[in-house]
């Protein structure tokens, strides 16, 4: 996901990969038309082309000020690795109640205001359509799916940044507080 902040509003555009085998799963229509429209990469084999979404990563960095890359640790170490190697501004972003619930509240309320826009990306639309946020007995949210096919990978992403944003808002910079020092 990238996402833009301007003037308290978020804009969110979502790029999507899936192997070729799944692709090719007749169960799975949906795909053959999003690839075709351009909205999903499809890459060789069976497995996800880590070393495409790299380069795409590494495209975006040069041509954006990327601030932080969010990652969750779980399945995502080698990516992290590889870019943190290449200079990428790396930020570790468990997917954990305490990190999702605030986050998830904040993206829901940003909906309801009108101040969260994204690309109309059908598989962000259908992603985020899936989620389902119940609340638990402390007032937590946690995004979660009904079905297993009801993928919602997109639609986390996009709370991970919204949650990354929200932590960045609060620290702000040291230098708007006391100014520079020199030594």
């Given at each position: 996901?990238l996402?833009?902040?301007?003037?308290e509003e978020?804009?969110?555009?979502?790029?999507?990969?899936?192997?070729?085998d799944?692709?090719?799963?007749?169960?799975?229509?949906a795909y053959?038309?999003?690839q075709y429209?351009?909205?999903?990469?499809?890459?060789d084999?069976?497995?996800i082309?880590?070393?495409?979404?790299?380069?795409?990563?590494?495209k975006?960095i040069?041509?954006f000020?990327?601030r932080?890359?969010?990652y969750?640790?779980w399945g995502?170490?080698y990516?992290e690795?590889?870019l943190?190697a290449?200079?990428a501004?790396?930020?570790?972003?468990r997917?954990t109640v305490?990190?999702m619930s605030?986050?998830?509240k904040?993206?829901e309320a940003l909906v309801?205001?009108?101040k969260l826009?994204?690309d109309?990306?059908?598989i962000?639309?259908?992603m985020i359509?899936?989620?389902?946020?119940?609340e638990?007995?402390?007032?937590?949210?946690?995004p979660?799916?009904e079905?297993?096919?009801n993928?919602?990978?997109?639609a986390?992403a996009?709370?991970?940044?919204?949650g990354?944003a929200?932590?960045?808002e609060?620290?702000g910079s040291?230098?708007?507080e006391r100014?520079?020092l020199?030594?």
């Amino acid at each position: 996901m990238l996402v833009f902040e301007r003037k308290e509003e978020f804009f969110v555009f979502g790029r999507h990969y899936l192997p070729e085998d799944t692709v090719a799963d007749p169960a799975k229509q949906a795909y053959h038309g999003w690839q075709y429209d351009g909205h999903l990469t499809v890459t060789d084999g069976s497995r996800i082309d880590m070393e495409k979404i790299e380069l795409d990563v590494l495209k975006d960095i040069e041509r954006f000020d990327v601030r932080e890359i969010a990652y969750d640790p779980w399945g995502g170490t080698y990516l992290e690795q590889r870019l943190t190697a290449q200079g990428a501004p790396m930020v570790e972003y468990r997917q954990t109640v305490d990190k999702m619930s605030p986050a998830m509240k904040e993206f829901e309320a940003l909906v309801k205001e009108g101040k969260l826009w994204h690309d109309g990306n059908p598989i962000l639309t259908w992603m985020i359509s899936n989620v389902v946020g119940r609340e638990d007995a402390k007032g937590n949210v946690y995004p979660r799916k009904e079905r297993p096919e009801n993928k919602i990978d997109g639609a986390v992403a996009a709370i991970m940044a919204i949650g990354r944003a929200m932590v960045s808002e609060k620290q702000g910079s040291v230098y708007e507080e006391r100014g520079v020092l020199a030594i």
